[in-house]
């Protein structure tokens, strides 16, 4: 059963690293365009197009820190001989927790996208691309930290 608890650390890695593999994809092929159109124009191509690029990024953190989470409590769920019950409640919440951080992330690229181009095209609104990034961040954050909170109240 520890195997079972080990693989729901990796998938809550695994799925929030894919979402924000997802997101830089997105955000990176909407920023090389959008350069592409500003060098044919021979204007200049704003760098920073790359903090768009980079945001969901910090999607697979998150991962990383309730895989730690998810470990942990395997390992007590070992010590205790738990049920497989337990082992289960465990996969799930490491699967759909790694799979709402990767949402997040590959949301957030897709919002990076429009705000590559929004920006390279009239100069104008970082702030405002950002806020709706950070806005979008904030699910990652939440799932990460009810997820969390959650683990550390099972009663093992």
């Known amino acids: 059963m520890q195997e079972l608890g080990l693989a729901a650390a990796g998938a809550a890695l695994a799925l929030s690293a894919a979402g924000s593999a997802l997101g830089t994809g997105y955000a ?12 044919a124009q021979n204007k200049a191509a704003p760098f920073l197009l790359v ?7 910090s999607q697979t953190i998150y991962g990383f820190i309730l895989m730690n989470s998810v470990f942990g409590t395997s390992q007590q769920l070992a010590q205790a001989n738990a049920t497989t019950v337990s082992y289960l409640f465990l ?23 429009a705000a590559s181009d929004a920006l390279a ?31 550390g109240n099972l009663q093992i």
């Open 28 to 39: 990176g092929m909407a920023a090389i365009g959008a350069w592409k159109k500003n060098f």
């Open 91 to 113: 996969m799930f919440a490491a699967l759909f927790g790694g799979l709402g951080i990767g949402a997040s992330a590959a949301m957030q690229g897709k919002a990076g996208a």
């Open 121 to 151: 095209e009239t100069g104008k609104g970082f702030g405002n691309y950002i806020m709706v990034l950070g806005i979008i961040e904030t699910v990652a954050l939440f799932t990460m930290i009810f997820l969390l909170v959650t683990l």
């Open 51 to 57: 903090a768009f690029v980079g945001a969901p990024l």
